[in-house]
Antibody
Framework: EVQLLESGGGLVQPGGSLRLSCAASGFTFSSHAMNWVRQAPGKGLEWVSTITSSGGSTYYADSVKGRFAISRDNSRNTLYLQMNGLRVEDTAVYYC?????????WGQGTLVTVSS | EIVLTQSPATLSMSPGERATLSCGASQSVSSTSLAWYQQKPGLAPRLLIYDASSRATGIPDRFSGSGSGTDFTLTISRLEPEDFAVYYCQQYGRSPWTFGQGTKVEIK
């Protein structure tokens, strides 16, 4: 059974940093692209970032480019999102999901709240 | 970026009825690179349809997708009680990948 378990969310002040993690199991992690998608409270879905299976290529939404960094450790079956320079508008539930393009499996999400 | 517009915003239906959800793209979506997701309150989205018309693993055949270019449709042939949820379309043919704003299917 595919499982994706996010962690690392919490309350942070504007300008602060957080690192999210996503622990994967039930599939060959190193063979799949991985993604972060977020959902602000009461709003729709927004793609944030994608990393290829090897980690050799990364892609970002303009809204987070230069502030967020996606990475992965294939030896630990774990995906990361380093978030710096957080803004109030980054407040959202952050989901990790696997797949290139269509997102086949999703974690339960972790809530990031940016507030003073 | 490709903007996806879903209609209607809300669909009030009764169990057993046929539901038709639309997703329009501001530019042609290449290679039918369009997916549909279902999301229930407090839960993560679930992939229903990919490549415009292929059902994801475990998805009942009452869900079907069609369309190409700029116009796509998700059809639920006979609504079951568990189908009342929000549905999102997503294009992955051109970066950045984008989602529609969602259609809520509610019980009439």
């Amino acid at each position: 059974e595919v499982q994706l378990l996010e962690s690392g969310g919490g309350l942070v002040q504007p300008g602060g940093s957080l690192r999210l993690s996503c622990a994967a199991s039930g599939f060959t992690f190193s063979s799949h692209a991985m993604n972060w998608v977020r959902q602000a409270p009461g709003k729709g879905l927004e793609w944030v970032s994608t990393i290829t299976s090897s980690g050799g290529s990364t892609y970002y939404a303009d809204s987070v480019k230069g502030r967020f960094a996606i990475s992965r450790d294939n030896s630990r079956n774990t995906l990361y999102l380093q978030m710096n320079g957080l803004r109030v508008e980054d407040t959202a539930v952050y989901y990790c999901a696997n797949g290139w393009g269509n997102l086949a499996y999703w974690g339960q999400g972790t809530l990031v709240t940016v507030s003073s | 970026e490709i903007v996806l517009t879903q209609s209607p915003a809300t669909l009030s239906m009764s169990p057993g009825e046929r539901a038709t959800l639309s997703c329009g793209a501001s530019q042609s979506v290449s290679s039918t690179s369009l997916a549909w997701y279902q999301q229930k309150p407090g839960l993560a989205p679930r992939l229903l349809i990919y490549d415009a018309s292929s059902r994801a693993t475990g998805i009942p055949d009452r869900f079907s997708g069609s369309g190409s270019g700029t116009d796509f449709t998700l059809t639920i042939s006979r609504l079951e009680p568990e189908d009342f949820a929000v549905y999102y379309c997503q294009q992955y043919g051109r970066s950045p990948w984008t989602f529609g704003q969602g259609t809520k299917v509610e019980i009439k």
